[in-house]
């Protein structure tokens, strides 16, 4: 049996890798699944840097959506969503197609390679 | 033409009978429509509090339409965002849901952009808030949508750049008898047991689960005379108060 899919992204949640990086699209028998959140507390909301476990290796990865209901004005997604990251902050993958949130925009020091290969925000 | 009478003269000119012009508009009279977050929910608070919550509604919606609307109408909002580009962000999708009362009341819209399901919650009294176009006016068979995440995605995608459809004022709102199909069990929620009562579903169940779930059905709820909310002298009085200001 399967768990309840996860609202917010919390350890062992299993997540969707949105961008078009070849370690998040090749097929692998285990979904990826998030080992550690770099939070005070250990729930991850959308712009918090989280650990995945992808096809046997370690990779940090970026919150860009959950099924938990946020602040009202702000999209909720049907997925939780992950841009694969490296350690410096830059993106993998070099296209988004899934749409983002605008409140990543916020904070653009940190996130500003990622919102550029973003194509369509919410 | 002439007509010789029977004394053998031509009769007088009778002028043709007026033709009766009848207005459908004033025939059906005006529509009247009390958004659901003016009535107040059940309780024993001071009706005061109620009366200063909707002098503000009122308030807020001289300045800025809030048109009427219902779940499963397609909605355009556009609303002022720091973040975005232009400052603006529009977000078109279908009602699935109106909620709360008094100035907190909300609607939320969902719709599917490049297959990724997204629903924003929106505030109707929020100031953020520019502009509410209504594209479609379509009610359907339930007041809540939300089995539509369990659905199939093409009942709930809907154009980003879709023309409003045009809609006559006096004529009623369509109902659209749409029976969704849903993905394959398991879903968010247990949407054939009767406490949900949905209609808009097609169950491609067994006739056995379908059985099984009217096992939870209680039929002595709708009988439970605790549970009455009569709103029907509520909702008169507030009507008439609300459109008096409105119309100032």
Known sequence: SITGACQ????????RVVDNSALGNTPYHRPPKCIHVYNKTGVGKVGDKILLAIKGEKKKALIVGHKMPGPPMTPRFDSNNVVL????????????????????RQREGEFSKVLAIARNFV | S?????????????????????????????????????????????????????????QRRKVFNIPEFYVG????????????????????????????KGLGATFVLRNVIED????????????RIQAIEVLKL?????????????????????????KPVSHLDHEEIPVNKLQVRMKPKP?????????????????????????AAQKWSQPWLEFDMLREYDTSKIEEKIWKEVSEELKK
């Open chain 1, 8 to 15: 917010a992204i919390q350890k062992l949640t299993r997540v």
């Open chain 1, 85 to 104: 990251i490296e350690d410096n902050g830059n993106p993998i993958g070099t296209r988004i197609k899934t749409p983002i949130p605008y409140i990543l």
């Open chain 2, 2 to 58: 002439y007509r010789i009478s029977s004394d053998g003269e031509p009769a007088k000119f009778q002028p043709p009978p007026k033709p009766v012009i009848i207005d459908k508009q004033k025939q059906k009279g005006e529509r009247r429509f009390l958004s659901p977050e003016f009535i107040p929910p059940r309780g024993r608070t001071d009706p005061l509090k109620f009366y200063i919550e909707r002098k503000d509604m009122i």
């Open chain 2, 73 to 100: 109408h397609v909605l355009a909002v556009t609303t002022a965002d720091p973040c975005a580009n232009d400052k603006v962000n529009r977000f078109v999708g279908i009602c699935i849901q109106r909620g709360g």
């Open chain 2, 116 to 127: 990724q399901g997204v629903e924003i919650c929106y505030e109707l009294y929020n100031p």
């Open chain 2, 138 to 162: 379509e009610k359907r068979l339930d007041d809540n949508l939300m089995y539509l995440r369990d659905a199939l995605p093409e009942y709930s995608t809907f154009d980003v750049n879709m």
């Open chain 2, 187 to 211: 879903w968010s929620k247990r949407w054939e047991r009767p406490k949900y009562n949905i209609k808009g579903i097609k169950f491609e169940l067994p006739e056995k689960k379908m059985k």
